[in-house]
C-alpha cells in the first residue's frame, strides 16, 4: 500500500522525539498500520537544528504554510504549540483535505469546537492523543474503552511540570525557580510556564477530557483555575501528618445541577494510588457507572512518551483514513449531533471537603468561636489538629479538615472565621477529594 505521507509542523521536544520514534520502530509501526508512515516534510524557524535531527535527507522550510499547503503531505502533525498560527495552519490544513494530528491542547481547548466543525465537515480527522497526560493513552480510554460507560466524574494529575515540582520540593526540599527551571530543560514546561504553574495548561487538557467524557463542546473559559504558585510547604507538611498527599488536580464533575469543571491543589488521602504519583508522570482517574473507578498512569510529557501518542494517532489516521468518515470512531467521542452543551458550575457552586488552616490566639474558648462558625452553616468537621506556638508567640496554627459542603457556604464562614478578634489574617483554603467511590 502507498505509505502514509506526514508533514511535521515543528521539530522541537516532541516533534524531535516523533522523528526519532518513528525512525527508530519504523518497521513495527509499518506492520501495525498496513504500510509505511513516513516524514515528506518538516517546517521549523531553525532549519539548522532540523537538518541536524532529520540529517538532511527531507525536505525543510521556515514557512509552515508550505507543508499544510504541500499535495505530497497526507496528515499535518501540528507541533508548533501556541493559538494563534496554529489555528491558522490547522484550519488551512483541514480546508486541503488533510487529517491533522496535534498535541496542541491550548489550541483545542480554546478553539477546538471550531477546528471539530470544520473537520467533520470536510470529512478528515484531527487526532489529539498527546494533548492530554503525555503517552498516556487516555482520550482512546475515554472515547473508545469506556464507551459503555455513564462517565461520572474524572479527576487527573495532568501537568507533568507542575507534579515535578511539587515532588521534588518536597523530596528534596529544593526552591520553586530553582525546580521550574530543570523541568524546562527537561522539556516538561511549556513555552510560557505560567501556564503549567497556575493551571492553564491542565485547565485545557481537563475541558478536552470533559468534553469527550460528558458529550458536550469545549468550554474552557468556564473552567475554574487555580494554580500551585501560592501553596504553601507548610501545609503540604501538615496534609502529610494527617494523612494526605497534596496535588495538582483537574477535576469533572457530572452533577444534577451542571457540571464541575475545575483545577486546583488537592488533598487526597495517602492510600489512593494517584497520591503516590510522583515526578514528572500523571495519572487520571474516570469513573465509570458500570467499570466504577479506572487508573491510568504513565509519563505525562517529554519528547518520546509525547511522541507516542503522536505516532500512534497516525497509526490510527493510517487506518481510518480506509473507513468511510462516518463509520469511523467519532473525534469527540459521541456523534457530534448529540453533544449536548451541560452548564458549568461556578466555583462557588461546587461541592467539596476542605483543609483549612488558621492562626488562632492561644487562649479559652477560640476553638469554640470557629467550630460554631462551622457549625451555624452545617459544615460539619471530620478531624482537627492544633500545632504548638512558636517559642514566644502567642498564636497557633489550626488545622481542621471538614466534611463535603458547597463552596459558597465555606465562602462565607471563612469570610467569618477571618473577622474572629483571636484569628489572625487569612485562613488557607485547599479542597479534599476522597477519590473512592
Ligand atoms: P518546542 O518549543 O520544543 O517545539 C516547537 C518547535 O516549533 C520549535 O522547534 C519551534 O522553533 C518551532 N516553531 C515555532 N513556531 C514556528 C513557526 N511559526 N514555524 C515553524 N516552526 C515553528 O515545543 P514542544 O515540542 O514542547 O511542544 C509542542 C506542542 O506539544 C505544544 O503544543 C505543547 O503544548 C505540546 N505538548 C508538549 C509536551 C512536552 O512534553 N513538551 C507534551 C504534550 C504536549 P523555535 O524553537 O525556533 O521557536
Ligand atoms: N507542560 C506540560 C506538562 C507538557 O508539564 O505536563 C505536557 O502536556
Known amino acids: 500500500m502507498k505509505p502514509l505521507n506526514v508533514g511535521l509542523l515543528g521539530i522541537g521536544t516532541v516533534g524531535g522525539g516523533t522523528f526519532t520514534v518513528l525512525k527508530r520502530n519504523q518497521d513495527e509501526i509499518a506492520r501495525r498500520a498496513g504500510r509505511a508512515i513516513n516524514i515528506v516534510k518538516v517546517a521549523d524557524r531553525d532549519l539548522e537544528r532540523a537538518r541536524q535531527i532529520t540529517g538532511g535527507n527531507i525536505a525543510l522550510t521556515d514557512d509552515a504554510f508550505d507543508v499544510v499547503n504541500d499535495p505530497n503531505v497526507d496528515v499535518v502533525v501540528e507541533l508548533i504549540g501556541g493559538y494563534t498560527l496554529a489555528k491558522e495552519l490547522v484550519l488551512k490544513a483541514i480546508e486541503n483535505g488533510k487529517h491533522v494530528v496535534t498535541a496542541n491542547k491550548a489550541l483545542l481547548a480554546v478553539h477546538g469546537n471550531e477546528i471539530f466543525a470544520a473537520a467533520e465537515k470536510k470529512g478528515v480527522i484531527v487526532a489529539y492523543e498527546a494533548a492530554v497526560a503525555g503517552g498516556i493513552p487516555i482520550i482512546k480510554a475515554l472515547r473508545e474503552g469506556l464507551s459503555a460507560n455513564r462517565i461520572e466524574w474524572i479527576a487527573g494529575i495532568i501537568n507533568g511540570t507542575t507534579n515535578f515540582i511539587l515532588t521534588e520540593m518536597r523530596e528534596k526540599g529544593l526552591d520553586f525557580a530553582d525546580v521550574l527551571k530543570e523541568a524546562q530543560r527537561l522539556g516538561y514546561a511549556e513555552a510560557d510556564p505560567t501556564f503549567d504553574v497556575e493551571g492553564i495548561d491542565a485547565a485545557h487538557k481537563l475541558t478536552i477530557m470533559a468534553a469527550i467524557g460528558f458529550g458536550m463542546p469545549m468550554q474552557f473559559d468556564k473552567a475554574y483555575t ?166 514566644g508567640e502567642d498564636a497557633a496554627d489550626i488545622i481542621i479538615l471538614t466534611h463535603i459542603t458547597i463552596e459558597k457556604n465555606m465562602d462565607a464562614a471563612i469570610a467569618e472565621i477571618e473577622a474572629l478578634s483571636a484569628i489572625s489574617g487569612k485562613v488557607t483554603r485547599l479542597r479534599m477529594e476522597e477519590l473512592g467511590r
Open 226 to 391: 487555580e494554580g500551585i504558585s501560592n501553596l504553601q510547604g507548610e501545609d503540604i507538611r501538615y496534609a502529610e501528618e494527617l494523612g494526605y498527599g497534596v496535588k495538582l488536580l483537574g477535576i469533572s464533575k457530572r452533577t444534577d445541577k451542571g457540571v464541575e469543571l475545575r483545577v486546583h491543589p488537592t488533598l487526597i488521602p495517602e492510600k489512593r494510588l494517584i497520591a503516590n504519583v510522583n515526578g514528572a508522570m500523571n495519572a487520571v482517574v474516570v469513573k465509570g457507572d458500570a467499570v466504577g473507578p479506572t487508573l491510568y498512569y504513565g509519563a505525562g510529557a517529554g519528547a518520546e512518551p509525547t511522541a507516542s501518542a503522536v505516532v500512534a494517532d497516525l497509526v490510527d489516521v493510517s487506518r481510518a483514513q480506509l473507513i468511510d468518515a462516518a463509520q469511523r470512531v467519532p473525534m469527540l467521542a459521541f456523534q457530534s449531533s448529540e453533544l449536548a452543551t451541560l452548564a458549568i458550575l461556578p466555583i462557588r457552586e461546587i461541592n467539596s471537603a476542605y483543609y483549612l488552616r488558621l492562626r488562632a490566639l492561644d487562649k479559652p474558648g477560640v476553638l469554640a468561636e470557629v467550630t460554631k462558625v462551622l457549625a451555624d452553616r452545617a459544615i460539619s468537621i471530620d478531624a482537627m489538629m492544633q500545632k504548638e506556638p512558636a517559642d
